[in-house]
């Protein structure tokens, strides 16, 4: 654990970033596009330290999204106990290959994550239609490895695990959207806090700008989770995604 001093123009810029990024989780997913940049642009750590940063950073915003929404989770809350150990399994995996990965090879990884993530969030309205269709194919051993390895992605490096886990539920759970979404935010609140305790004992988090970070999430995710249902959040989709696009071209540079 490190304690980076950071400036009070900083840590505000931190809070408000956190908010917006866990409010993006909330209603789209893909937050991370947005907090994850910020670490190396704004702060100038290592992909690697601004990755574990972020995870510590986001996952009380993932408690306050649940919150928010546990109104919605009474339809999808029996597929809780299913999905809860390979949930925390696939989370530890994630993160144990993120500190066994060495920095310049993290480096050069990042900008096909952010891609990746990016063009999850575009096809984010084929995974709503396939959501409204109940396409309820998958059976209890395959939902299990699905989750698993949505949840090693999400340890690993998160942006877009919350669209990844919405495509999956769509193949065994009934509900509406914004229902899978509500048992989303609990996954992703499991998945962030797991790989969090393995970050923080491992001493590869800067604290006092994950603290900031948290501050904002917090307000940020309970406050999108409440009002997600007035919200339409097509055109934060897209300009989440263009701007991920433009962040994984900035990161390839810099890998270079």
């Given at each position: ?162 669209i990844m886990m919405l495509a999956s539920f769509a193949l065994y759970m009934e509900g509406t959207m914004h229902e899978l979404n509500a048992i989303k935010n609990w996954m992703g609140l499991i998945i962030n806090f797991v790989c969090s305790l393995v970050f923080y004992a491992k001493g590869v988090v800067e604290l006092v700008p ?47």
């Open positions: 654990m490190t304690l980076l001093t950071i400036s009070i123009l900083q840590g505000a810029m931190l809070v408000g970033v956190g908010a917006v990024a866990a409010g993006i989780n909330a209603v789209a997913g893909g937050g991370s596009l947005v907090s994850f940049p910020t670490f190396t642009l704004a702060l100038g750590l290592s992909e690697k330290i601004a990755n574990a940063t972020n995870s510590v950073g986001l996952w009380p915003g993932s408690l306050a999204g649940g919150l928010g929404g546990s109104g919605l989770i009474e339809k999808t809350k029996h597929y809780l106990k299913l999905l809860v150990i390979p949930t925390v399994l696939g989370s530890l995996t994630g993160a144990g290959l993120l500190l066994t990965t060495s920095n310049l090879t993290f480096k050069r990884v990042v900008p096909v994550l952010i891609l990746f993530a990016a063009v999850l969030l575009l096809v984010q309205p084929k995974v709503k239609a396939l959501v409204n269709r109940h396409l309820q194919v998958v059976p209890a051993w395959a939902a299990v490895l699905l989750q698993f390895f949505v949840a090693v992605y999400g340890g690993y490096f998160g942006a877009g695990m919350g994950a603290l900031c970070l948290t501050a904002g999430a917090l307000v940020g995710g309970f406050s999108a989770a409440r009002f997600s249902q007035r919200l339409n959040p097509d055109v934060l989709r897209v300009a989440i995604a263009s701007y991920g696009i433009i962040m994984a071209g900035y990161f390839a540079y810099r890998a270079m």
